[in-house]
Every structure is written in structure tokens, then in C-alpha cells.
């Protein structure tokens, strides 16, 4: 099992900046891979960005050039550090640690981008 607790969420103006954190505990040596997904009132769940467990990295579309993930292994956390915030980047981000048979989610913490 693994437990995952983000914090970092709140209300920002649109150009202004954000970082997300999510702490893994627990069986992190079987983690592969963590990930940022989002999920708008009324829309479905997407993929924001994910990290490997080598340091690789992708992201969405949508995000590319204005997010940024990274991992500390010390601290067992990845962060998601999010630039130029729109109102469309407005929704509920998730942390998820993906492992080999099964995948872990955290809470959820509420991103608002609004002026």
C-alpha cells in the first residue's frame, strides 16, 4: 500500500505561479512511476504530468512550457511547479503513484485561477 498527501493548492490570479507537493509513505520502493492528473467540474479526469522512477518525465499538451514536475527521493516527494496559470488550469489535482499491479491516489487539492 501506499499513501499519498498533497498540499500546495489555493486561489492565484491568472499569470501567477503555484507548487504543488505530494508526500508518498508506505511501500514507495514499488512505486514506477508518480503523476499529476486534474479534474474540472464536468469534465473527466486527464493526466497533467507524471515522473519516472529514472527521472523521466511527460507532460500534457496543455501544460508543456508552463509546468514543471520533479522528485526529491530523500523526502520521498514529487512537486508540481505550475508557471503562467490560466483559468482553464482551474480544477481538483490528484497525485498518483503507479505500481506495477495497482495505482494509489491522494486526496485531492483544489487549484483556482481567478482574478
Known amino acids: 500500500q501506499v499513501q499519498l498527501v498533497e498540499s500546495g493548492g489555493g486561489l492565484v490570479q491568472p499569470g501567477g505561479s503555484l507548487r504543488l507537493s505530494c508526500a508518498a509513505s508506505?511501500?514507495?520502493?514499488?512505486?514506477?512511476?508518480m503523476g499529476w492528473y486534474r479534474q474540472a467540474p464536468g469534465k473527466e479526469r486527464e493526466l497533467v504530468a507524471f515522473?519516472?522512477?529514472?527521472?523521466?518525465?511527460n507532460y500534457a499538451d496543455s501544460v508543456k512550457g508552463r509546468f514543471t514536475i520533479s522528485g526529491d527521493p530523500a523526502k520521498n516527494t514529487i512537486y508540481l511547479q505550475m508557471n503562467s496559470l490560466k483559468p482553464e488550469d482551474t480544477a481538483v489535482y490528484y497525485c498518483?503513484?503507479?505500481?506495477?499491479?495497482?495505482?494509489?491516489w491522494g486526496q485531492g487539492t483544489q487549484v483556482t485561477v481567478s482574478s
Open positions: 515522473i519516472t522512477r529514472d527521472g523521466g518525465t
Open positions: 498518483n503513484a503507479a505500481l506495477q499491479t495497482t495505482t494509489h
Open positions: 508506505g511501500s514507495i520502493f514499488s512505486i514506477l512511476a
